[in-house]
Every structure is written in C-alpha cells, then in structure tokens.
C-alpha cells in the first residue's frame, strides 16, 4: 500500500521561505512520478512541481519557476519542495502524489494515482 506523508507546512511572511517533505512508503518509486500541487479555498487542485523519480528531471508550474525547486533523497525515499521568495497568493493546502510514469508529463490531478494528506502553508502580507 503506498503511503505519502507531508510535512513543513506553517505560516511565513511574505519572501520567507519553507521546505516541504514528502515521505513515500509502500513500494518501488524508481518508475514513478511524484508531484506537488495546492489548493485554495473556493479554488481547484492546481498542480506546482514534478520529479521523475529515477532520472531526478524536474518540471514547474509558470506561476512557481525561479521560486520553487523540487528535489528527491532517494536513500530516504523523500521528496522535497524548496519554497522561496513566497507570496500570499501561494497560501494553500499543499499536496504530495505519484503515478507511475508513462510516455506523457503528468500535471493534472487525475494523472495521479496515490496523494498525501496534505499541509497547509500560509504567507501573510
């Protein structure tokens, strides 16, 4: 059964800085993709960063690059999200998940299989 477990979440002021961490449980990850996103109140689950597991290749929402960088600890089976230079705007719940990787990038939530429970970060202004 994979699990994935979130945490770093808090409150920060604005051009503050937060690392989120995901721990991923359960199986094998070298042929899988993990991804974050977030959601606000009243908004859908938008998605911020991808890593492909074994190649460590990394891809970024438009509204996050230069600001944001994923990473992964593969002797921890851990995914990171780097958070810098934050803005009220990134106030959300944010969110781990995998899917195995196919021949596409995966960015919707529907491409993803398995989620964590989520940590919430907030930046005031």
């Known amino acids: 059964q994979v699990q994935l477990v979130e945490s770093g979440g808090g409150l920060v002021q604005a051009g503050g800085s937060l690392r989120l961490s995901c721990a991923a449980s359960g199986r094998t990850f070298r042929s899988y993709v993990m991804g974050w996103f977030r959601q606000a109140p009243g908004k859908e689950r938008e998605f911020v960063a991808g890593?492909?597991?074994?190649?460590?290749?990394?891809y970024y929402a438009d509204s996050v690059k230069g600001r944001f960088t994923i990473s992964r600890d593969n002797a921890k089976n851990t995914v990171y999200l780097q958070m810098n230079s934050l803005k009220p705007e990134d106030t959300a719940v944010y969110y781990c998940?995998?899917?195995?990787?196919?021949?596409?990038?995966?960015?919707?939530?529907?491409?993803?299989?398995?989620w964590g429970q989520g940590t919430q970060v907030t930046v005031s202004s």
């Open positions: 998940a995998t899917t195995r990787l196919s021949a596409g990038v995966p960015r919707t939530p529907y491409e993803f299989d398995y």
């Open positions: 890593i492909t597991w074994s190649s460590g290749s990394t």
